[in-house]
C-alpha cells in the first residue's frame, strides 16, 4: 500500500475540512512566532535599556551607602579596583553622588548631582546616546551639565540656558554654582527624568569640596560570564564594599522580566491546548465517516500499523502544510517588527514600567528558536492529539465496520 499515496488523498477527499485544519493552524503559528518575537523584545529591550543606561550588570558602594546615602560614605582607593576590574576584563566607571536644589528664573526643583568620568563612563553606560535636544557633556566642559527631561519642564530651562546648583559641600559650606545646560535627556528613568543633573568629576569634586573617593562603581561584565561568578569576583576584588548584581538592586524589575518569560510559556500552552483539540476533533470526524473504509482495508489485510501509518500520514501532511504557511507569514511580519515596530508613543507617551522609562517604539527580537520552538511544541501537540483518533481506526474490527452506517 502506499500510504503517502493515499494519504494524500485522503485529506483533499474533504478539502473543506482539511483547509479549515490547516487555516486554524497555521494562523496559531503564526501568532505564536510573531508573539514571541514581540514578548522577547520587550523583555529584552526592558533589561538592555536598564543595563545600558543607569544600573550596568553589577554596582559597587561603600558599605552602608545603599542604607543611608551620605556625601561622607566613600569608596576609597577606588581607582585600584577599576584597575583590577578591567584587568580581569570587566568594564568599570565610577560616579559621585550627591542631593541638592536646582533652579532657573523663579522655577526650582530637587535635584540628584551626578559627577562621572565623562569618557570611562561612555564604557559602562550608553546615556550619552540618548540625547534629546542639544548634546551630552564633552570631558572637558566643566561648566557644563545634562539634566533629566523633565526637570527641564519642571524649571522650563532649554539649552543653553543656566542652571543654578545648590547644595552642602563636604566640609559644610554651602556649595552653589552655575552651569549651562548642554543637552536634555531622553526618557530615562522616574528618578533622571525628574531630577538628575550629570556633570564631569572635576565639576562635581570642584562644587563640593570632596577631593578623594567615590560613591559608586557602575560595572559591565563579559557576556560569556555568569552574573553569580561575575559578582563574587568583583567582591573578592572589593571586599570591604558593598557588591550587588542588578537583580539584587532592581529585584521587581528581575521579577517582572522572568514573569514576562512564564507568561510566554502559558500562552504557548492556552493556544496549543486548543490547537490540540482542534486536530482531535477534525481526525475523530474523519475516521468516523471512514469506518467502512478501514473495515475494508483491515479485511483485504492492511495491519493495524498500516492503518496507524496513514492516519500520521495524513496529519503530517496537514501539519506540514500548516508549518509553511505560518512561516511564510510570520517572515515579512517579523521583519517588519525587527527593522520598523509598532509606534506606541500616542498611546503610552510618558509611561514608565518599574520606574523605567518605556521606549515608545515596539519591536521585537528574532532568532532561529523563535522560529523553531513554537514549531517543535505545535508538531507535539498535534502528535499527541492524533494518537487516539489513529488508535481508535487501526483496532476497528473489519465485520463491525461493514455494517457501520
Given at each position: 500500500m502506499d500510504t503517502l499515496k493515499l494519504a494524500w488523498r485522503n485529506v483533499w477527499r474533504n478539502t473543506r475540512r482539511s483547509v479549515v485544519t490547516i487555516t486554524a493552524t497555521a494562523l496559531a503559528l503564526f501568532v505564536m512566532i510573531v508573539y514571541s518575537g514581540l514578548v522577547a523584545g520587550y523583555i529584552g529591550g526592558m533589561e538592555r535599556k536598564a543595563l545600558a543606561l543607569e544600573l550596568g550588570e553589577v554596582q559597587i558602594f561603600a558599605e552602608d551607602y545603599r542604607k543611608k546615602p551620605s556625601i561622607y560614605t566613600k569608596i576609597e582607593g577606588h581607582e585600584a579596583i577599576v584597575e583590577q576590574a578591567e584587568a580581569a576584563g570587566f568594564r568599570a566607571s565610577a560616579r559621585l553622588k550627591a542631593s541638592g536644589l536646582g533652579a532657573f528664573g523663579d522655577a526650582s526643583s530637587g535635584i540628584s548631582i551626578n559627577g562621572i568620568d565623562v569618557e570611562r563612563d561612555a564604557t559602562v553606560s550608553d546615556i550619552a546616546k540618548h540625547v534629546h535636544s542639544g548634546r551630552w557633556i564633552g570631558p572637558d566642559e566643566h561648566d557644563a551639565v545634562a539634566i533629566g527631561r523633565k526637570l527641564a519642564k519642571t524649571l522650563g530651562i532649554g539649552v543653553g540656558d543656566e542652571l543654578v546648583v545648590l547644595s552642602q559641600g563636604a566640609d559644610g559650606s554651602m556649595a552653589n554654582e552655575v552651569y549651562q545646560v548642554r543637552g536634555i535627556l531622553k526618557g530615562?528613568?522616574?528618578?533622571?527624568?525628574?531630577?538628575?543633573?550629570?556633570?564631569?568629576?572635576?565639576?562635581?569634586?570642584?562644587?563640593?569640596?570632596?577631593?578623594?573617593?567615590?560613591?559608586?562603581?557602575?560595572?559591565?561584565?563579559?557576556?560569556?560570564?555568569?552574573?553569580?561568578?561575575?559578582?563574587?569576583?568583583?567582591?573578592?576584588?572589593?571586599?570591604?564594599?558593598?557588591?550587588?548584581?542588578?537583580?539584587?538592586?532592581?529585584?521587581?524589575?528581575?521579577?517582572?522580566?522572568?514573569?514576562?518569560?512564564?507568561?510566554?510559556?502559558?500562552?504557548?500552552?492556552?493556544?496549543?491546548?486548543?490547537?490540540?483539540?482542534?486536530?482531535?476533533?477534525?481526525?475523530?470526524?474523519?475516521?468516523?465517516?471512514?469506518?467502512?473504509?478501514?473495515?475494508?482495508?483491515?479485511?483485504?489485510?492492511?495491519?493495524?500499523?498500516?492503518?496507524?501509518?496513514?492516519?500520521?500520514?495524513?496529519?503530517?501532511?496537514?501539519?506540514?502544510?500548516?508549518?509553511?504557511?505560518?512561516?511564510?507569514?510570520?517572515?515579512?511580519?517579523?521583519?517588519?517588527?525587527?527593522?520598523?515596530?509598532?509606534?506606541?508613543?500616542?498611546?503610552?507617551?510618558?509611561?514608565?514600567?518599574?520606574?523605567?522609562?518605556?521606549?515608545?517604539?515596539?519591536?521585537?527580537?528574532?532568532?532561529?528558536?523563535?522560529?523553531?520552538?513554537?514549531?517543535?511544541?505545535?508538531?507535539?501537540?498535534?502528535?499527541?492529539?492524533?494518537?487516539?483518533?489513529?488508535?481508535?481506526?487501526?483496532?476497528?474490527?473489519?465485520?463491525?465496520?461493514?455494517?457501520?452506517?
Open positions: 530615562i528613568s522616574d528618578g533622571v527624568d525628574r531630577g538628575g543633573v550629570f556633570m564631569t568629576h572635576r565639576a562635581y569634586r570642584e562644587l563640593m569640596y570632596l577631593d578623594e573617593g567615590v560613591h559608586q562603581l557602575i560595572v559591565r561584565t563579559p557576556k560569556s560570564l555568569p552574573l553569580d561568578q561575575a559578582t563574587a569576583q568583583l567582591q573578592k576584588l572589593a571586599p570591604e564594599a558593598d557588591v550587588k548584581d542588578w537583580t539584587e538592586l532592581m529585584p521587581t524589575l528581575a521579577s517582572m522580566l522572568e514573569n514576562g518569560k512564564v507568561g510566554i510559556m502559558m500562552m504557548f500552552v492556552i493556544i496549543y491546548i486548543a490547537i490540540g483539540i482542534l486536530i482531535l476533533n477534525a481526525m475523530l470526524m474523519a475516521v468516523f465517516e471512514r469506518i467502512r473504509e478501514f473495515g475494508v482495508l483491515k479485511a483485504i489485510g492492511v495491519g493495524p500499523l498500516g492503518v496507524m501509518a496513514m492516519i500520521f500520514a495524513e496529519t503530517a501532511i496537514q501539519l506540514g502544510a500548516a508549518i509553511c504557511v505560518g512561516v511564510l507569514l510570520a517572515i515579512p511580519t517579523n521583519h517588519y517588527l525587527v527593522e520598523t515596530g509598532l509606534d506606541l508613543s500616542a498611546s503610552l507617551g510618558d509611561v514608565s514600567v518599574i520606574g523605567m522609562a518605556m521606549d515608545p517604539i515596539w519591536r521585537s527580537e528574532v532568532d532561529l528558536n523563535t522560529y523553531l520552538m513554537p514549531i517543535a511544541v505545535l508538531t507535539a501537540i498535534v502528535g499527541l492529539a492524533v494518537i487516539y483518533p489513529a488508535l481508535k481506526a487501526a483496532f476497528v474490527r473489519p465485520v463491525a465496520a461493514m455494517r457501520h452506517q
